[in-house]
């Protein structure tokens, strides 16, 4: 069975400094792995993946993602937060390839970026 | 433009009855998702659908029920057999290779 764990419940930072939200999964088999962003009262909204290939990814918002298979890990960076990145934050997991495959979610890191 | 849309935004029930949350998506994606979210706990899936007519249930499937009639639609009715159905409710769609799931703006659920 596949879990994620997100270790921060709450990760406060100034703003313009850098932050690292942490995410550790298990899994048996290869991975898909996801970090979603969730504004208050909103859904979720997709900041970036990793399917396969390079293990540095980037995504939107100027946020990126480094999959570390040997300590299975998947941690989400920005070198430069903005209030507007004031939000929660989710890892997910899933089994890689082949149709559907259950997505598990961590229980979510809140950023709070202070002025 | 294409999306997932779920109504009401906010709901409210009296505790003993019966409520059918809309979730529609114009994605044309095969597979549909709803999930609960509670403080602290992440999603937890409630059902799944990976084509019409047919339907599975997730992890915490006790107390609600679903139908899968139409590919766009994918209804969720909280009976009042859930016990604790206060709740941001959440749907979401993949296509079939299920790279990434689409989510819904939510429907904020609360038992009076």
């Known amino acids: 069975a596949q879990s994620v764990t997100q270790l921060d419940s709450q990760v406060p930072v100034f703003e313009e400094a850098p932050v690292e939200l942490r995410c550790n999964y298990s899994?048996?088999?290869?991975?898909?792995l996801f970090w979603y962003v969730q504004y208050p009262n909103q859904g979720l909204q997709l900041l970036l993946k990793?399917?396969?290939?390079?293990?540095l990814v980037k995504g939107i918002n100027g946020f990126e993602a480094e999959f570390n298979k040997s300590q299975t890990s998947f941690h989400l960076r920005k070198p430069s937060v903005h209030i507007s990145d004031t939000a929660e934050y989710f890892c997910?997991?899933?089994?890689?390839?082949?149709?559907?495959?259950?997505?598990?979610f961590g229980t979510g890191t809140k950023l709070q970026v202070i002025p | 433009d294409g999306g997932i849309t779920q109504s009401p935004k906010y709901l409210f029930r009296k505790e003993g009855q019966n409520v059918t949350l809309s979730c529609e998506q114009n994605?044309?994606?095969?597979?549909m998702y709803w999930y609960r979210q509670d403080p602290g706990q992440g999603l937890r899936l409630i059902y799944y659908?990976?084509?019409?007519?047919?339907?599975q249930k997730g992890d915490i499937a006790e107390g609600y029920s679903v139908s899968r009639e139409k590919k766009e639609s994918f209804p969720l009715t909280v009976t009042s057999a859930q016990k604790n159905p206060t709740a941001f409710y959440l749907c979401?769609?993949?296509?079939?290779?299920?790279?990434?799931?689409?989510f819904g703006p939510g429907t904020r659920l609360t038992v009076l």
């Open positions: 979401a769609s993949s296509d079939r290779d299920g790279n990434e799931q689409f």
């Open positions: 899994s048996s088999v290869s991975v898909y």
């Open positions: 990793y399917l396969s290939g390079s293990t």
């Open positions: 997910a997991v899933s089994d890689g390839p082949g149709g559907y495959q259950k997505v598990t």
């Open positions: 994605l044309n994606h095969d597979a």
């Open positions: 659908s990976q084509i019409v007519n047919d339907f």
